[in-house]
């Protein structure tokens, strides 16, 4: 399943996307930056979830707070977590 929301506070806008695969969950959060300058939505960040738990570090092999940034490699890799039953990170 897909989902997605938009979201705006002032200038600063935001598009969601969550990508859903039973228990595991995709957030792809797209904005139009730090100053809000632009009209254009183009710094994007992800999270990956299993329930309620994130498990991006895991899966990027990543400090617990870094920034995933929703690049083409990075959403490929992604996807192919979220689409298989069992993931091991240092296999991928």
């Given at each position: 399943m897909i989902e997605g929301s938009l979201m705006h506070w002032g200038d600063?806008?935001?598009a969601n996307i969550k990508f859903i695969n039973g228990s595991k969950e995709i957030?792809?959060?797209v904005d139009n930056g730090p100053l809000c300058r632009?009209?254009?939505l183009y710094?994007?960040?992800m999270r990956l979830f299993r329930g309620q738990e994130d498990v991006?570090?895991?899966?990027?092999n990543c400090g617990e707070t870094e920034i995933v940034r929703g690049d083409v490699e990075n959403m490929a890799k992604?996807?192919?977590?979220?689409?298989?039953?069992?993931?091991?990170?240092?296999?991928?």
């Open positions: 600063k806008r935001m957030s792809l959060t632009t009209e254009k710094r994007a960040d991006t570090a895991l899966v990027f992604a996807m192919n977590w979220l689409q298989v039953s069992d993931w091991d990170p240092p296999g991928v």
